[in-house]
């Protein structure tokens, strides 16, 4: 079992930055696929980034966006520059042992956070 708590959601104005952060439990985090998803008001959850074997992103956020992570911390990160309005939407973390080319897939992803809030002002 892998336990996720997000944090580091807030309101910022249009072109600001906010850095979002999940802790893992567990102590084979550093094996596991991690993802950044999201989800707008009315709208269905989609993929913003990963972090496996290497580090992907979707084409909205990507240049503005980075994903990184500390095995020694337990932690992921999402980094978040130039924030848009649209970038507006409840943010979720998301681990999986195993994540392949799938990584965009919310459903190849085993555990969740509860999800931090991010709002951008225009």
């Known amino acids: 079992q892998v336990q996720l708590v997000e944090s580091g959601g807030g309101l910022v104005q249009a072109g600001g930055s906010l850095r979002l952060s999940c802790a893992a439990s567990g102590r084979t985090f550093s094996r596991y696929a991690m993802g950044w998803f999201r989800q707008a008001p009315g709208k269905e959850r989609e993929f913003v980034s990963a972090?496996?074997?290497?580090?992907y992103y979707a084409d909205s956020v990507k240049g503005r966006f980075t994903i990184s992570r500390d095995n020694a911390k337990n932690t992921v990160y999402l980094q978040m520059n130039s924030l848009k309005p649209e970038d507006t939407a409840i943010y979720y973390c998301?681990?999986?042992?195993?994540?392949?080319?799938?990584?965009?897939?919310?459903?190849?992803?085993?555990?969740w956070g509860q999800g931090t809030q991010v709002t951008v002002s225009s």
């Open positions: 998301a681990a999986s042992p195993y994540i392949g080319a799938n990584y965009y897939n919310p459903r190849r992803y085993d555990y």
């Open positions: 972090i496996s074997s290497g580090t």
